[in-house]
Structures are given as C-alpha cells and as structure tokens.
C-alpha cells in the first residue's frame, strides 16, 4: 500500500534502522523509543492490525512472535526482561494502520500500563 507508512519501510522508500528481517518480518528502531530498546517488528504484507487477522494470518503471527523473541536476544533483554505490545484501536492508542509489535525493554517497565 503506497500511502501506508510501514509498507515503505518495508520497501525501502522511508529509511529505519532495521535490526533483524526474514522473509516475513522486519524489525526497526522505533523512532521515538520509549525505552532504551524500542524495536517494532512487522509483518512484510499489510494488515491493518490483530483484528483484520484471520486463520489465514495464523503462520505469520507466529513468524512476528518468534522474530520479537529474536530481537530481544539480539539486544541483549532476555537476562533482564522485556514486553511485547501491539496495540489495537483507538482506546489502545494506535497510530499506524500496518500489524506491528512494539518489543521494549532495557529499564523497569511499569505495570499496569497507561
Ligand atoms: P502505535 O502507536 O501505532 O502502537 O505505534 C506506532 C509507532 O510507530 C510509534 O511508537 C511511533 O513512534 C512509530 N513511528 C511512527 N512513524 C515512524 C517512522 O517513520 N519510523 C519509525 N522507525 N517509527 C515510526
Ligand atoms: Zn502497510
């Protein structure tokens, strides 16, 4: 989708700092982290978030989860801890319409969330 923000990260229009990709996914820093690690991690085909998701859908959620779990390790998190967030709708605050986890980590993360 041309005026969808992440599918021209995914293909290359908008720049980010990419820290991990597979064929399915595509993890960057955020751009305006709220925590020493803020990475988002994408699926490459748009979907607007988990609730335009079907069974279809059901392989690349599991791709999404294990590369979140990736990147994590990659950062260095898994010793301390870390979360992983997609947020839904208006209540939850979403800002961009294209399926994304947000994995933070890197300090003491409040709970519960704001
Ligand atoms: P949401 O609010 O939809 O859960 O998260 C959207 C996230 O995308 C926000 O954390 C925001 O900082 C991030 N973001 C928005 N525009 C850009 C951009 O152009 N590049 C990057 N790397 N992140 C972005
Ligand atoms: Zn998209």
Redesign the pocket.
Known sequence: MNDC?FCR?VTGD?P??VVYQDDETIA?????P?APT?V?VIPRGHVASVEACGEDHGQMLGSILFACAKVARLKGLPERGYRIV??TGPD?????FHL?F?VLGGRQLGWPPG
């Not at 960057?28 to 305006?32: M, Q, S, T, V």
């Open positions: 923000l990260i908008i980010a700092k960057f820093d955020d751009i305006n709220q803020h988002l997609t947020n939850a605050g979403q800002s961009v994304h947000h």
